[in-house]
């Protein structure tokens, strides 16, 4: 669909870099953001000022009072709401032209394998690793890309996962236990804000096949040390999820 008055305006300022057909991409484009924490506070936020058209958001927490040093599109008037539910309302409100679909419920195999089929681009804005594996699992079946963030502490780390091309999650974990936290991790919270919006740059290069990618690598960031290294990172043959694929 062709952008109206009020959306050339609206992204002028970025037009003059990526120009008007890429910007109809994204105005066609739905990306799904599995988290709407840290991380999927800020991916969500920038990928609606960017103007993707449509953004669906599944989350089955609820705002929490500690939630508020990271989580910066929550506030007080917010705690005990669905974040899912709170994210799509506040968002509709940044930006009325993008269609938001809220899925205030458990990502699981069952309830992810229709959204991950809808989307163009997935973002991991996950928290735990069972769920965040279930999620590489789907987009690998489904031939999705999925860009992949994670936080704790000052640190965290990012790649962009294509189907066929790149190693998977499981690539880098096969043979090792992965066990997710009981209590809560510690994070700094600007760490996930950093981390999200290296996310959606993934994710509008992806959109609009631009730039270089982060792909076949892995983005390390230390911010207590502001040490940001990149490593190269190659697929398992004998992964279980993408090894035959």
């Keep these: 669909m062709p952008l109206d008055k009020y959306e050339l305006e609206r992204y002028s300022r970025h037009l003059l870099l990526i120009g008007l057909e890429k910007q109809e991409m994204l105005k066609e484009s739905t990306v799904l953001i599995v988290g709407a924490g840290g991380l999927g ?3 969500s ?3 609606t000022y960017m103007g993707v058209g449509r953004i669906i958001i599944v989350d089955d927490g609820t705002v929490e009072l500690n939630n508020l040093n990271r989580q910066i599109l929550y506030n007080d008037s917010d705690i005990n709401e669905y974040k899912a539910v709170a994210a799509c309302r506040k968002l509709r409100a940044l930006n009325t032209r993008i269609v938001f679909e809220c899925h205030k419920e458990r990502f699981d195999e069952n309830s992810g394998e229709r959204l991950v089929r ?3 681009v997935v973002i991991d804005a996950l928290d735990n690793w069972s769920s965040r594996l279930i999620l590489n699992n789907l987009c690998v079946r489904n031939g999705k890309p999925l860009v992949h963030g994670g936080v704790e502490g000052w640190y965290g780390q990012v790649t962009t996962i294509i189907p066929k091309q790149t190693p998977c999650l499981n690539c880098l974990f096969v043979g ?9 991790f510690p994070i700094i919270g600007f760490t996930p804000g950093i981390v999200g919006l290296i996310e959606v740059a993934e994710a509008v290069k992806l959109l609009t ?5 982060l792909t076949n690598r892995l983005l390390l960031i230390d911010l207590y ?3 940001f290294r990149v490593i190269n990172i190659e697929k398992n043959p004998r992964c279980p999820v993408c090894g035959g694929v």
């Design 41 to 43: 506070s800020v991916a």
């Design 45 to 47: 936020m920038y990928l």
């Design 118 to 120: 809808e989307a163009d």
């Design 176 to 184: 090792r236990k992965i066990t997710d936290r009981r209590n809560p």
């Design 209 to 213: 096949k631009l730039g270089e990618l």
């Design 225 to 227: 040390a502001m040490e």
